[in-house]
């Protein structure tokens, strides 16, 4: 089983819909959790960034931890063609730099 | 945000040359650096800890006479593929940690013919 767990899409939406970008993972001692969106042939950029349980909002973005279900999400309002990109989740724990990352959904939004 | 700078953003070669990657934090410095490596619709994959006046640390796997690394000061870190062959050809990606975010460079496409 991989520590982190994402649907790779592709998940396809129309313009104006509300998206919800998923990641599950099963080490309990994940800490930190980051929403990173990935344009085609450019590095991650750093959308969200939670560590603790709840919802965090950031304009048309709200990322949620659900630390007992080991679950997390990205929901996006209004999306827009520009938000069509790869969204990856990340996660790590106090003890490590390094971060865990999902594979990556590929969200579509048409006109 | 935190600014990290990677260059060039695209190289070609020849087999059996030597690519160098390099890898900036324009306004902050940063002790550990990481080398992630991209294959078409994958996610990234950490090929080895950069750590400023120290050897670099790798992940299982990943050859350290390929994929030489030189942290030489706080703000830079090269990458260089050695001996490059076509199965090297991917994208590499640096990122500098801040405390508890990491940022991303913009990537280096390699493709080695």
């Known amino acids: 089983q991989k520590e982190v767990e994402q649907d790779p899409g592709p998940l396809s939406v129309p313009e104006g819909a509300i998206v919800s970008l998923n990641c599950t993972y099963s080490n309990s001692a994940f800490q930190y959790f980051m929403w990173y969106r990935q344009y085609s042939r450019k590095g991650p950029e750093l959308l969200m960034y939670t560590y603790s349980s709840g919802n965090k909002e950031d304009g048309r973005f709200t990322a949620q931890v659900d630390k007992s279900s080991k679950y997390i999400s990205l929901f996006i309002r209004d999306s827009q063609p520009s938000d069509s990109a790869t969204y990856l989740c990340a996660m790590s724990d106090f003890n490590t730099d390094k971060l865990i990352f999902g594979t990556g959904t590929r969200l579509q939004v048409f006109p | 945000g935190a600014v990290v700078s990677q260059h060039p953003s695209w190289v070609i070669c020849k087999s059996g040359t030597s690519v160098k990657i390099e890898c900036r934090s324009l306004d902050f410095q940063a002790t550990t650096m990481f080398w992630y490596r991209q294959f078409p619709k994958q996610s990234l994959m950490l090929m080895a800890t950069s750590n400023e006046g120290s050897k670099a640390t790798y992940e299982q796997g990943v050859e350290k006479d390929k994929f030489l690394i030189n942290h030489a000061s706080l703000t830079l870190s090269t990458l260089t593929v050695t001996s490059a062959h076509p199965e090297d050809s991917s994208f590499y990606i640096c990122?500098?940690?801040?405390?508890?975010?990491?940022?991303f460079g913009s990537g280096t496409q390699l493709s080695v013919l």
């Open positions: 990122s500098a940690r801040l405390p508890e975010k990491l940022f």
